[in-house]
């Protein structure tokens, strides 16, 4: 069911298609007991579409008997949680029709000597998904590079980017900044000029789409291959809602799946607003702030120390458009395609490496810049690459912020064991012999490594205190590596006055404690 939305050009929604919910079920007798409930002519539920994969049944719920419907949903075995189908929407700006086709961010991060240096500017073997509003796969700067993909907003097969008032083409210019050709004369080239993009359209021409249909998307990209995902769009949700979208995170995760996300475009510390999926946490994910040609944050960046892994040029960005044409926009979307870029180039010199491995490579070779993310750095292409081709020893994670009490597990790239470990501010944090570091206090350290043959390598700062955000670390576990949706005193549903109507019919579920 499609629904056209009203929502200002700067907003990203976090707002609820009304009446519309997202069950998570346990067993196959959990769904048959839901697809029974739901398919009654007479029903005040009903279902509109099933994600297998996701074991997730979207509904839609009668407004006039909604708290007793839902009510009635949580209270069957088998049910996990019940979330609101929220919107979603890509993080852009208005496009720049006066620009020149000049490409700063491109010479800013060395991308020419990084591809010298890694003697080719990529590999088609490397799959990189743009999830997004779709791509106009048919522009010359692109075509070469698109494979197969899929519309998930109007559920066919052609993931064409319709543009409108809210959309000047945001997913063809996150296309561009991954793998433009540069073989368009008056065109532009990506940071990967040779790769697959397999573009995947979730996202409307109103630049919005839906929990639901995200889920799938990155669900697709998995199944069919893809070994990066750039996502440029978001929501300010609180975890708990947040839950299907980070259990998909997870999947890819699983898989090996590298998820590149944008941090969002309203200016606030992400440590402290919950932004998804940015926020996710997991190590397979990268959370890329932007930043502007004098390595200064733009005022719309979010940013965080937590929570937020690099910045990159993400400022007026010169791109691809749909229908042949060129353009910038600003935006962490656009920084965050270029990072996509980045690690498909490094992933097409080694193809073994790790999401948390790169992350750790692109922190300890970034360029120092006053923007606040994990390593206070600018992606660096040339510097990553090389340290990619030398073999650079690296530890991973590069940088973190946890808790007192808590533990890191700290891993060696390019080393020879045995490992000796050593912590700079032991007050803050020791480190054990096997690389297990546990917190003791706030602070900072830096903990070096060195291996059998003498070779060091050193963390960033590893941050000890509080972090509402998610930190670098996975969220806390509750057996499946997830928050629990059901918490005590927070209400899953979107609507408090929700909540408090089905505590007083289901006084016992988690949330009603």
């Not at 993310?373 to 990553?384: F, G, I, M, S």
Request: charged letters at 15%.
């Amino acid at each position: 069911m499609k629904r056209a939305l009203l929502v200002g050009a700067v907003l990203f929604g976090s707002q609820a298609f009304a009446g519309e919910y997202l069950v998570k079920y346990s067993n196959t007798r959990a769904f048959n007991m839901l697809n029974t409930m739901t398919t009654s002519k007479v029903s005040t539920i009903q279902m509109m579409d099933h994600n297998d994969t996701a074991s997730l049944v979207l509904v839609d719920v009668n407004k006039k008997h909604e708290a007793q419907a839902l009510a009635s949903l949580l209270s069957q075995p088998g049910v996990e949680y019940i979330v609101p189908n929220f919107k979603i929407r890509a993080f852009t700006a208005p496009v720049d029709a006066a620009a020149l086709k000049e490409q700063w961010a491109i010479a800013k991060v060395q991308a020419e000597k990084a591809w010298q240096r890694a003697g080719n500017k990529g590999s088609k073997n490397v799959i990189v998904a743009v999830i997004d509003t779709g791509v106009d796969y048919t522009h010359p700067a692109l075509a070469p590079n698109m494979i197969t993909g899929y519309d998930f907003r109007d559920n066919d097969a052609d993931p064409m980017d319709l543009t409108g008032f809210q959309n000047p083409g945001h997913g063809t210019h996150c296309a561009g900044a991954v793998g433009a050709t540069g073989l368009i004369d008056g065109g532009i080239v990506g940071l990967s000029p040779e790769v697959s993009m397999m573009p995947l359209r979730f996202l409307g021409a109103d630049g919005s789409g839906d929990l639901n249909n995200a889920i799938k998307s990155i669900d697709y990209a998995v199944e069919k291959g893809a070994q990066i995902i750039s996502a440029s769009w978001g929501a300010a949700v609180p975890r708990s809602q947040a839950a299907p979208l980070l259990e998909a995170v997870k999947r890819a995760d699983d898989k090996g799946v590298i998820f590149i996300a944008a941090a969002a475009n309203d200016g606030k510390n992400n440590d402290k607003t919950e932004m998804f999926p940015a926020n996710n946490g997991y190590p397979n994910s990268i959370t890329v702030a932007a930043s502007g040609p004098a390595d200064a944050k733009p005022s719309w960046s979010n940013y965080g120390t937590a929570t937020v892994h690099v910045s990159a040029p993400g400022e007026n960005i010169m791109s691809t458009l749909p229908k042949n044409k060129y353009g910038n926009l600003s935006g962490t979307s656009m920084a965050t395609p270029l990072v996509s870029g980045l690690v498909a180039l490094m992933k097409a010199q080694d193809p073994s490496l790790t999401g948390a491995q790169i992350r750790a490579i692109l922190q300890t070779t970034g360029a120092k810049v006053s923007i606040e993310t994990a390593c206070n750095c600018r992606v660096d292409a040339y510097e990553a690459v090389e340290a990619v081709m030398s073999k650079k020893m690296v530890v991973v994670p590069a940088a973190a912020t946890i808790k007192p009490s808590e533990t890191l597990a700290l891993s060696v790239l390019h080393g020879k064991a045995p490992f000796k470990f050593a912590s700079s501010n032991s007050s803050v944090a020791s480190v054990s012999d096997n690389g297990t570091l546990t917190a003791a206090s706030n602070g900072s350290t830096v903990v070096t490594v060195t291996d059998a043959d003498g070779k060091t390598a050193s963390t960033l700062n590893i941050h000890v205190g509080a972090s509402s955000g998610g930190g670098n670390n996975p969220p806390p576990d509750n057996g499946g590596g997830l928050p629990d949706p059901g918490q005590p005193g927070e209400c899953p549903l979107g609507d408090p006055a929700i909540c408090q109507i089905i505590c007083q019919i289901k006084p016992d579920l988690p949330f009603c404690q």
